[in-house]
């Protein structure tokens, strides 16, 4: 990497943060200044980090974290005294930029928030439960997340209240513009009715699924062992896979599902469009089917039972012939 190239990716790191508080030019400067001597001090043996600074001195990523006197850090290099001093000074000047910023501080809160959670960088989808949360004002219900660290202490809450009300709003990962995004009271009570309905979406479509598979392991058993009893219609669904199979160029049975199985795969399996003549097959077995109407599509049907017979011939994917009987 360049010193060019760091200098850029450096400069963004920065601004990801400051454009959260107000009149603090004068501090990026400042930052950018140290970030990019520690960067050319460690550059001395040739190549620059891998990394670039963050400004919070709670952040792992912050030089003393990192390159403090313990030797702690990805290198383990030793900072000069010098760099050191310098560091601590701008961890003392970033909690006084905090201070009178509220959007920054309650940033660094969100992301203790999903540190502790999961060790993410974001809160993601869950912003709206810290808020209600924090909202309701009760210090002694349970957090929204995962508090592995324990960071949920009645000062740690309080500090989060006071952050909502001076910001004026609240902070929220925005999927379009892939970035952490500020909504003032009034756009915030849109977004959280937004993030709701979503969320409900989602609930719906998971229950649906769940629901799907249960069907689909209770009667897909029964079924093929029904296709399998059928001496005729088992032998007429090998020779299908079997013929089907050695239509395919050798190239297609390496990328794709093992034998023609792989010509009626789709990503939505209950949209399959079965081949004409494997419907014919199939067609005296699924006339006689008694199912959860609207689960179980024919493709779906069709899709299973193929696979049993792909077992069934011990098809090989390297060989894309049969081993079988």
């Known amino acids: 990497m360049t010193r060019e190239d760091y200098v850029k990716q450096q400069i ?5 943060t400051f454009w959260l508080a107000d009149n603090c030019e004068a501090e990026r400067l400042r930052f950018l200044d140290l970030a990019l001597e520690t960067a050319d001090f460690l550059a001395s043996s040739g190549v620059y980090p891998s990394w670039w600074f963050n400004p919070s001195p709670d952040s792992a990523l912050n030089a003393l974290a ?3 006197p313990t030797l702690a850090g990805q290198d383990k290099t030793a900072l000069p005294v010098a760099l050191i001093e310098r560091w601590n000074s701008w961890n003392w000047e970033y909690r006084d930029l905090c201070e009178r910023s509220p959007r920054l501080a309650l940033r660094d809160m969100l992301k203790s928030i999903s540190e502790s959670h999961d060790s993410a960088s974001w809160p993601v989808e869950y912003e709206r439960l810290i808020w209600r949360w924090v ?4 210090v002694t219900a349970a957090p929204p997340f995962a508090d592995r660290h324990a960071i949920a202490t009645t000062d740690f809450f309080a500090r989060l209240r006071e ?3 001076r910001s004026g709003g609240w902070l929220y990962w925005n999927a379009d513009l892939k970035q ?3 909504a003032s009271e009034a756009q915030w009570q849109q977004v959280m009715i937004a993030q709701d309905r979503a969320a409900e979406r989602a609930r719906a479509t998971f229950d649906e699924g769940m629901v799907r598979q249960d069907s689909y392991m209770r009667t897909m058993p029964k079924i093929i062992a029904m296709a399998q009893a ?3 219609l088992w032998e007429s669904l090998r020779q299908w896979q079997i013929e089907n199979t050695a239509k395919r160029r050798p190239a297609e049975r390496k990328t794709n599902l093992t034998g023609a199985i792989a010509i009626v795969r789709r990503r939505d399996a209950a949209t399959i469009e079965m081949p004409a003549d494997l419907i014919a097959i199939l067609a005296p077995l699924l006339g006689n089917l008694e199912r959860d109407v609207g689960l179980l599509s024919d493709g779906e049907i069709a899709m299973s039972i193929l696979a049993a017979v792909v077992h069934d011939l011990s098809l090989s994917p390297e060989r894309g012939s049969t081993s079988g009987p």
């Open 12 to 16: 963004a790191v920065a601004d990801h």
């Open 66 to 68: 990192m390159h403090g």
């Open 135 to 138: 909202d309701a004002g009760l």
């Open 163 to 165: 952050l909502k009300l």
């Open 180 to 182: 952490v995004v500020f």
């Open 230 to 232: 059928d001496a005729l």
